[in-house]
Structure formats: C-alpha cells, structure tokens
C-alpha cells in the first residue's frame, strides 16, 4: 500500500536522500523520486532503519529541494528487463534506453547485483583468444573467461588498443557467437563517439550493447552503469551462450563515484578518502568475468583504468591489480617515444595464460618463450640503466648485446600497427629472432631442444 | 545458552542489522527475516542487538522477525570433511551448488557433513563398558580417506565412563555410537561427530616445542627460510608477486598430513584451480591422491564479508580437528588481509574509533589471538599433532610498513617476504633473501644434518653471504661500473648469479623442478657452491673471469635442476663430480704457465 504514497524527504546530501517516518522499507529497494519539475530519478535504499531510510539517487540529488521532492518506494528490487534485443542498443546505468528507441520489452528481469558465483560452479579460463597484438598474445595471453585489465593513464591510447583488441580477437579455429558490452563510466563523449564509431566501421554494432554515462552525466549513476551491464552480460553468455567480451572503462570514474558516496555517508576511510570496503565492491563487478561449468558461453572482462599521477600502488589500479587475472601496464615512456601499443613490459602480467598457451593451444615452445623474454628483457633493462649511468664504453660484449635486444624488442616485438593483425606464429617467430640476438647460453629458461629448433644465430644478424 | 523468544528487527546497514532481542549473547546465531539469513551478535545495548549477517541482507527490512539460536557459530567435526569444499560457514559448497545451481542462493541451510554416508567403526581395543574416558579421548577410528585414518574423539568437554560403545560396524554420522556419563551422572550420547564453537580454540594437553621442519620441496623455502611443523609464517607481497602460487606449492608438495586451503576473499578461479588439478595429483611421500588429505574453505571475494571473517575461525577449527586426532595439519590462508578488511569494513559500520588506515584498534589483538592457534601440541588423547598456519598478506600499494604486515610481523617467526622487483624480472618464487628470515633455522638444522647432510648449516651460511656479498658489490657497480671491481668480486657475482638461476628461482610450471626433494635441494646447494669455489681457485692462479665463463659446465649446471629429477639423485651427483673435473685441464694449463713465467 505503501507503494502508491509520496513521501517528503527530511534532508538531502552529496546524492543521498533521508526520508523520515517510512517503516518496514527493504533495503536494496527501488525509489522513484519526483522532482519540482516532475521529471522521475531512480533511486536505491542503502540503510533502512525504522526512523529514517537513505537513498541513494543515481541522477544526482542536484537541485532537489526539500519541499517540492516526493519520494516513492516502489517495494521491488533494482531489476532490469533483458531480451534478445538488447543486442544494438544503448542504454544508461539505469538500463534506460538513450538511442531514442522504446525501452526493451521483456519478461525476464533480473537483479542488477547479481548473486555470487557458487566457485565450484566455474571452470578455469583456458582458451587462448588471439588478439593479434604481439605482446598480448606472447608475452600475456588473454583467455576466455578472464579478467584483465588495461591500466593507463591521460594521454595514452588506451581505447585505440581496446578497440583493437575488441576488432581482431577472435579464438583460433572457432568462428563462435560472441557479443561485445561496452561499459562507459564518465567517459568524455569523444571517447564513447570513437567505440561506437569502431564498431561500427567493423560492421560489429549489430553484436555490441553499450550501457553510457559520459562525463557530464551524474556521477551516482556510474556506481549502477556496470552492474547493470554485467547483468546484461550475463543473460548473453549464460542464457544465450554467447562469449561475450566486456570493457568498462574508466574504472577510476566509478570509484570515485564510490568515494564520493561514501564520503556523503560518513563511512570511514582507508587509504586517500577511497572507503575501506572499495576492495569487496570491486571483486564484487570483477569476479563476475569467468566460465561456468557445462554452459556454452563466457565473460571475459577488460576493464580500463587511468592510474592517477601514473601511480601504479594508488589504490585503484593496486587493488583491482589484487582482484584481475593480470594487468596490461602502458608506459608513458614508450608512449613518447612513439611505441604503439605502448605496453610495459615487465609490470605487465596474465596469471591464467598458462592453461591457455602451449601444446595444442598455440605452440609447445610458448610458454618458455615468454618466460625467456621476460628474463632476458629484465636483464637488458638493468643494463640499460647501468649504460646510463656508465656508458656504454665499459659493458662487455654481452651486456651490448643486450642493449640492441631490448631495443629491438621494443620496435619489433612491441610495436606494430594498429590495424596489424599478427597471428601467433608470426609473434613467436619475431620473438624467436630477437632471443637470436643473444648467445644460447644465456637463454637458460629455453630448452636445449628449443634452441637447436629455433636460435638463429646467424639469422640475428639480419634483425633490421 | 538458552533460546529467547523472537525480536524484530530496526535497522539494516549492510551486513549489520540491528535487532531488539533483550536477551542474547555476544556470538549467540540469529536468523533474521524472511529468508532466514543467519548471523551473530557482535554487541548489545541495551535492548537491542547488533548482529553481523553473513549473507547479503538486501530486501531484509525493519519490523521483520529475529530469531535467536541459542548457539555460537561452530564446526561440525567428523568423517566426510576430507576432499570436500566448504564456505566460511562451512556449507558444502558442492551440495549448494545441487541446491541452488551456478550461484549461491541466500537462506539455504545444508549439514555440513553428509547424513546418509556410511562410515565403517572401529572401536578403540580395550575400550568397553565401564571404561573411563577422559575428554578429547580416542573412541575408534574410521577410515576417511584411503590414507586418513579418522580418530573418533570424546568431545573435549566430555568425560566420564563409557555407558556403551558400539561394535565394529557401519554407522552415518547421526547414529549414537557410545553414551558416557559423567560425574554428575549427566548421560551424553555420542556420535561419529561434535560441534565446537569456531571462535574458540580447542584444548589440548599441553605446549610442544616444534622440531621437525615443514618440507615444502620449495628450496627457497626449506633451504634458506625453513618453517618448522607447528610453526607460524606469512607471505606478504605485492599483487602478481607470487603469494598464491607459494601457497598452492605448499599445498600441493609439503609433507603435512592434512593440507586446509582457506581461500579468504580472493579469486574463485583460483580455487577451482586446485580442485580441477588436485585431483590428477599424487603425494610425493604416499603415492596417493592429494585430495584425500586436502579439505578447502572458500569465501571468494565476491561472497559476503562477514562470512569471510567467520572463515579463518572456522579453518583453524577443522585444523585444530586433526590436530587433536594426531596428525601434523597445515593451513595456508589466501589472505589474511581480506579477512582484516571486513573486519575494518564491519567496524566501520559500527562506527568504531580507527586507528590506522581505518582498522579497528583490535587488528593486532586479532591476529595474535588467530595466529596463537597455531603449534605443536600434546593432544587429550596423548599423542602429538601440529597446526601450521600461513598467512598470505596483501600490503595496500605492496607497502611492508602498513598494519596488517606491521602486525603480523610481529606474530610469525618465518616471513617469507615477495619482492615486486624479483617478480617482475620473473625471479620465481619472488622471496627476497634480504628481507625474509626464519627464526627456526638453528632447529630446522638439526633435521638436515640428521637427514640430509651435516654440513647443511655452513652451506646455508655460505651461500646467502655469498648472495649478500653480491648485492653490495651490485651496488658499487650501479655507481661506478663494473671495472671498478677485482677478477674475485666479479666472479662472486657471477657465483650469485648461479645460485639465483639454479638454486634459487624455481618454477611451478617446471614438472621436473616443481618438487625438490631435501636430498636434491643439498645437492644442488652443493654443487653450485663448489662450482663457485673452483672458479675461485683458478681466479687466485690469474685465470681471467671471461675464460670462466666460457666453460660449458656453467649453462648446465644453471639448467641441473630441471634435467635432473628427484628421482636423478645418481646422475646429478655424477655430474656434480664432472663440475668437479671441468676445472681440471684450466688449473694444469695455468698452474703451468706460471711455472714456465717463474
Ligand atoms: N549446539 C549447536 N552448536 C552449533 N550449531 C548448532 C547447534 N545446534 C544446532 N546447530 C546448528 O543449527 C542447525 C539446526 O539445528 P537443528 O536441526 O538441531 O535445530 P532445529 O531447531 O531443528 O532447527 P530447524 O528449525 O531449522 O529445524 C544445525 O544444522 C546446526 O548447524
Ligand atoms: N613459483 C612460481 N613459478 C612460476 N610462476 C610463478 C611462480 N610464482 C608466481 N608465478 C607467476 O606469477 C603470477 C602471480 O602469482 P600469484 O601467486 O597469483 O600472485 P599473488 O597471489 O601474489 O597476487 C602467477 O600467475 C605466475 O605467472
Ligand atoms: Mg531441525
Ligand atoms: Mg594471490
């Protein structure tokens, strides 16, 4: 009865409002908040007491008064309509269309927050997704199912290396139904208009869902947009069975939209004004990528981060780096030196890539491969720094040798173009003809077979 | 603890739920609402209660009932926990999963041990009728596993004569199996299991000094910083440093007799991991299946905090559980900084004074009183058993001085400490010779010199001096170059060098180098180290360190620990002799041309 009743608020705050004398209201609930002009936001109960409720606003609490604002609890969960025809379609967190189009008609409504996956439900990502970008597919494979994100910062070309990795990923082999969910958090409105425009040159729209909230839209919303996405997500590749890719970006929007909230609500912090519980709230999101045991489909989730001040151990990308499967590090070093992508090579990491390279996957030499780069290009880099500090003059013929292998690893291997679409093999040969460039003997992480298969000596002289 | 009657409920703030039941204990279960969501109290005022609901408490809302349980969260302790899966509450996750389908849904109550199954018993001989039995004595056994054998225990706060006690035969979990009557003449009737509070360690005779080390397999471990059975360590590191894969290593390869994996609001994948391949996998000691001694405890990350803060308590208690049945048990937990955040995040709630990064000023307490449950015991029963607790942290931004690492540093006496920079550069297993140390090395070597080798001591020594050594002279050569340095300070890195790549660094994909047998592990200590010693000779006779490194000896022996298996002892001592003899025809070429300059 409850439901039909329009309520006064009792004080308004940094997107929050409390709202006296409403017993026995569900938290988790839905609120309908009529504004002076009489234009609706959607709102969610986060503490319900019998005194007071708080609700949090997804459009922002910007210009309510407290004498013109009615509030309605609607005595439901916060649930979105899904269909088939979620597919083309462009929505705002709340799952409200923005494309001018009606909203979805449907009968499956699910929450928005999901319920946790039960572990022994899901199985281990271990299918190798080429992406036809080198140091991806050699050095950190991406798998169906996994979790890895991109962290970057102002200026780096984070979304042209999404939007490339969105275009040529595809499994070996397998032409599967895929689906692509394209999560923007206050993303400036050239942004969104690029992915969209990329997908739509790949003639991929048709395939592709996208949930925005630009920059200059209500920062609240954004604490909604992916968990609204990720339920969409989730109804293409559990119901549907589709492998569905999902990338959202700018995870540093969302938590500081998260801080934001959590200030307004007096909650204590933790580390620089980000509440205590931002870990739980971001595994929450993250930990919904991954496989499930006899279902067809998959999420594999590609958040994007901008790292404030560059700073890897800030604790956005420190802790979603705790909670992803690996992370794909930019550096704005080889940015300025014009790499592209420019990917970090040594913070860079995929933790599952070992179930999904190898024998049967890609090569049986991969792994080891990879494992040698990483060795050899570390080595390099601590040469490189004592080269900077001693010159060059004092270095024994080894040590130069490591100097040109890292800086053909960064024009060979690390650069590429953006529409070059290399396959795995030719990765590994690149690779194969870099480590040529060192003597066998300091490739240790290689195997003796490995080497008389695939060292060239002779061949490294012809390294361009 | 008696029942009251039910209450309401007034507040909902996250997992914290406010009730008015008068009448409840602090620890004391309360289900709330409509879906019957359990939880516990964790403060009264007044007439009301504040419990910390273990599930999400969305749609939960003031005015619905409250019913207390009369009973803190416990563990039920019996055959059937082995090779099982359960959630901080100890719910099967495997029947949950048979229950509610891929996710998990809230409200659902399930044993945590099978019902049905049937367990065959053996009485303990000479126990009958008329028999006194002292708390915490052995009834029988069961075999739960084909390797573990299941001691039936007298709950520890049972004693008196036995009444009955039920034949060999098979018998579930719910049938009586022995009646015991104490000194009041209070009847209790027994069965294959018991409860025990998990917030409350179990008792036992009394303190044991810890001797025995753990063997992991893992050399950086067992060779530079051992942990001792019974022991405490912890593996702080940065994200990607390594912690997880160090702890599945001790779970897959160490010689405990009973392995508790506690993933504590990490990933999910990485505990299908472990039950996907465990599986497949045999103990290298017994030959048989890791998973009938492995029991697994999961509150991933996406599950509900408070039941992560529950987890380790419950654990500990299914550790102390075959502890107090005998065995030497391990718990690796994965991490003990997520369980300290949903302390800090429920403190929060109760808005509670913090006092550094938003912890409660009960962090330390905490950890203490967890970690104290771990050790070396004599059990009730008379026989000895250890738990081993390892604690994985995750520092905020990898930083060692922040409180949980500060704290638990403070607890443990093995800190096997991650390097960001060693991972990074694919040093595996990242553990940093500088800032790890056991305080159990002087005990863990008299084990080796019993077992293995006596000089097993001074080679240690040797070596992490050696790499010590080499840091410094690093240093100079970041400074000033490495001509600064003599042909000896060259050749000590290049010894260094060695023993990183063929000591040190050890991956878990390598299936020949996975697992180091403490036999193998000496050797190749040995062997790099004499590798060092001869160059070192030959250095002092004017051999340039450049015609060092062209011997072929040199990539072998870096390669010597992933072409000789520890099944290889004879072939890896052969080539340890043919080291030896590489050096032979420089010392003869040298020796003789200094004779020839004389
Ligand atoms: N003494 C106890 N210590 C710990 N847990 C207990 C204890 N008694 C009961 N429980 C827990 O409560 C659950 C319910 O116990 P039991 O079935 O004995 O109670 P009940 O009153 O019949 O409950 P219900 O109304 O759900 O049937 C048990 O499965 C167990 O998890
Ligand atoms: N001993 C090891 N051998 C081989 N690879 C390792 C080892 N330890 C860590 N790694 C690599 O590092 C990655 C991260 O390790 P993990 O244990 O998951 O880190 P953490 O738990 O500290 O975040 C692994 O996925 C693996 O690629
Ligand atoms: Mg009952
Ligand atoms: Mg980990």
Redesign the pocket.
């Known amino acids: 009865m409850r439901e039909k009743d329009y309520r006064l608020s009792s004080a308004v705050r940094g997107g929050l409002l409390f709202v006296r004398g409403v017993p026995g209201v569900a938290l988790g609930d839905r609120v309908a908040v009529r504004d002076h002009a009489g234009r609706i936001r959607n709102g969610q109960v986060i503490r319900t007491s019998d005194e007071v409720v708080l609700v949090q606003v997804f459009e922002g609490t910007d210009g309510l008064d407290l004498e013109r604002t009615w509030t309605r609890f609607l005595e439901q969960p916060f649930e979105i309509g899904l269909s088939r025809e979620l597919m083309g379609r462009i929505f705002n967190g709340v799952g409200q269309p923005r494309d001018d189009r009606p909203p979805l008609v449907s009968g499956i409504r699910r929450n928005v927050n999901g319920s946790p996956m039960n572990p022994v439900a899901r199985t281990r990502p271990r299918e190798f997704i080429q992406t036809g970008i080198s140091t991806i597919d050699g050095l950190y494979s991406l798998v169906r199912g996994q979790k890895l994100p991109i962290f970057s910062g102002p200026g780096l070309p984070h979304n042209r290396l999404a939007a490339q990795i969105v275009r040529q990923s595809r499994i070996i082999g397998a032409q599967a139904r895929f689906a692509v969910v394209f999560a923007a958090m206050g993303v400036s409105y050239a942004d969104a208009r690029f992915f969209q425009e990329d997908f739509e040159r790949d003639g991929v729209l048709g395939n592709v869902v996208m949930y925005i909230n630009l920059a200059d839209d209500p920062t609240i919303e954004r604490l909604i947009l992916p968990r609204t996405a990720l339920t969409a997500a989730e109804y293409l590749a559990y119901d549907l069975g589709m492998h569905v890719m999902v990338i959202l970006t700018d995870i540093t929007n969302y938590a500081e939209a998260l801080r934001e909230v959590a200030m307004a609500r007096g909650d204590v912090p933790a580390r620089k004004g980000y509440p205590g519980y931002l870990y739980s709230d971001l595994a929450e999101i993250f930990e919904r990528a991954g496989r499930i045991r006899n279902r067809g489909g998959s999420i594999t989730m590609m958040p994007v981060l901008s790292m404030p001040s560059d700073d890897i151990t800030h604790p956005i990308p420190d802790l979603t780096g705790y909670i992803t499967e690996g992370q794909i590090v930019l550096s704005r070093e080889l940015h300025g030196q014009g790499i592209y992508p420019p990917v970090d090579l040594l913070p860079s990491l995929s933790r599952v890539m070992k179930d999904g390279i190898g024998a049967g996957e890609t090569r049986e030499d991969h792994p080891r491969v990879a494992n040698q780069i990483y060795a050899s290009y570390a080595r390099a880099i601590e040469v490189r720094n004592l080269a900077s500090i001693i010159g060059t003059e004092d270095l024994s013929e080894t040590d130069r040798q490591y100097l040109e292998f890292a800086k053909l690893i960064e024009k060979r291997l690390v650069t590429q173009g953006e529409d070059e679409d290399r396959s795995i093999v030719e990765t590994l040969t690149i690779a194969w003809q870099l480590l040529s460039l060192l003597p066998p003997d300091e490739l240790t992480r290689v195997r003796e077979a490995d080497l008389a298969k695939y060292h060239r000596r002779e061949q490294s002289a012809e390294v361009p | 603890m008696n029942a009251a009657g039910p209450g309401r409920i007034v507040e909902v703030n996250g997992p914290i739920v406010t009730v008015n039941l008068p009448q409840v204990t602090i620890g004391e279960?309360v289900r709330v609402g409509e879906l019957a969501l359990v939880g516990e109290v964790i403060e009264r005022d007044g007439e009301r209660a504040v419990v910390q609901i273990y599930e999400s408490t969305e749609s939960l809302a003031p005015g619905q009932t409250a019913i207390p349980?009369g009973?803190?969260l416990?563990a039920?302790l019996g055959p059937g926990l082995l090779g099982n899966i359960f959630d901080g509450l100890q719910r099967p996750l495997t029947k949950i999963l048979e229950l509610s389908g891929d996710r998990i849904a809230r409200g659902l109550?399930v044993?945590p041990l099978d019902r049905a199954r049937q367990w065959h018993f053996e009485p303990a001989a000479g126990l009958g009728a008329g028999s006194t039995v002292a708390a915490g004595a052995v009834l029988g056994t069961v075999p739960e596993t084909e390797t573990i054998i299941h001691r039936i225990l007298v709950p520890p706060d049972v004693s008196g004569v036995l009444v009955n006690l039920a034949p060999a035969g098979d018998y579930n979990v719910e049938q009586v199996i022995a009646q015991v009557r104490d000194g009041d003449r209070v009847e209790h009737p027994l069965k294959l299991y018991h409860?025990w509070?998990v917030r409350t360690a179990r008792p036992y005779g009394r303190r044991d000094q810890a001797g025995v080390p753990l063997i992991t397999g893992q050399r950086v471990l067992d060779t530079f910083f051992p942990l001792l059975k019974g022991g405490r360590a912890a593996v702080p590191g940065a994200f990607g440093a390594g912690k997880t894969m160090v702890q599945q290593q001790i779970a897959r390869w160490s010689n405990a007799g009973i392995m508790i994996y506690l993933g504590c609001g990490e990933r999910g994948n990485e505990l299908v991991e472990i039950l996907e391949t465990f599986p497949q996998l045999t103990d290298p000691y017994t030959g048989r299946l890791l998973m009938e001694r492995t029991l697994l405890v999961a509150n991933t990350s996406n599950m509900p905090v408070v039941a992560r803060e529950a987890s380790i308590y419950m654990g500990v208690t299914l550790a102390e559980y075959y502890r107090d049945q005998g065995y030497d048990v391990v718990m690796v937990a994965d991490s003990i900084s997520r369980w300290a955040e949903a302390l800090r995040e429920v403190a929060g709630r109760l808005e509670q004074m913090p006092v550094e990064e938003g912890h409660p000023a009960y962090l330390a307490s905490r950890l203490a009183t967890f970690y104290e449950r771990a050790g070396r015991v004599q059990t009730l029963a008379g026989g000895y058993g250890s738990v081993s607790l390892i604690g994985a942290v995750s520092p905020p931004g990898g930083d060692f001085s922040e409180p949980v690492t500060s704290h638990t540093k403070e607890i443990v006496q093995t800190f096997w400490a991650l390097s960001k920079e060693l991972a990074d550069a694919r040093h595996y297993p990242a553990i940093d010779w500088t800032e790890s140390y056991s305080g159990y090395v002087d005990t863990a070597a008299n084990w080796w010199a019993e077992n293995v080798d006596r000089h097993w001591s001074a080679r240690r020594a040797e070596a992490l001096s050696l790499l010590l050594q080499s840091d410094e002279l690093a240093r100079i050569v970041n400074l000033v170059g490495p001509e600064a340095l003599s042909p000896a300070q060259r050749w000590v890195l290049e010894g260094a060098a060695l023993l990183k790549e063929g000591l040190l660094q050890q991956s878990a994909l390598d299936e020949v180098d996975s697992f180091c047998s403490p036999d193998r592990q000496f050797t190749l200590l040995d062997l790099l180290l004499d590798l060092y010693h001869q160059g070192r000779n030959l250095i002092d006779v004017g051999v340039p360190v450049q015609r060092l490194l062209q011997l072929p000896v040199l990539g072998r022996a870096r390669r010597a620990k992933s072409v000789y298996s520890n099944g290889q002892m004879v072939e890896l001592r052969a080539f340890a002799a043919e080291v030896r003899d590489a050096f032979q025809p420089l010392h003869l070429e040298y020796a003789s041309t200094r004779e020839n300059s004389a």
């Open positions: 279960q349980l009973h803190p416990a039920e109550t044993a409860r509070p």
